[in-house]
């Protein structure tokens, strides 16, 4: 029996899903050349200002909750602890 085929198991699929995801980034970035704000403070007048900023917000997340899950996980056998018996 042959096992059912996802179209992100062909690498080639997963590089031109990469490949889209980049141009439409690059694009969005781009925009940012034609789009004037009005704004308050002065470095966000810079270009890709928010774009910077969000990456930077969303590393700084992952790494607070990689730290975070260390206070909170519990033991790697709390499922397997036959003492309930």
């Not at 992100?8 to 141009?23: E, F, I």
């Not at 970035?29 to 969000?54: C, K, N, P």
Request: hydrophobic share 45%; proline share 2%; aromatic share 14%.
């Amino acid at each position: 029996m042959m096992e059912k085929q996802y179209w992100l198991d062909k690498p080639g699929n997963v590089k031109r899903l990469l490949v889209g995801l980049y141009l439409l980034c690059a694009g969005l970035l781009l925009t940012d050349a034609l789009h004037h704000r009005h704004s308050i403070l002065q470095m966000e007048d810079w270009f890709g200002f928010y774009s910077v900023y969000g990456f930077v917000a969303c590393v700084i997340l992952v790494l607070a909750a990689k730290e975070f899950r260390k206070l909170v996980a519990r033991p790697k056998d709390y499922y397997e602890n036959n003492n309930d018996r």
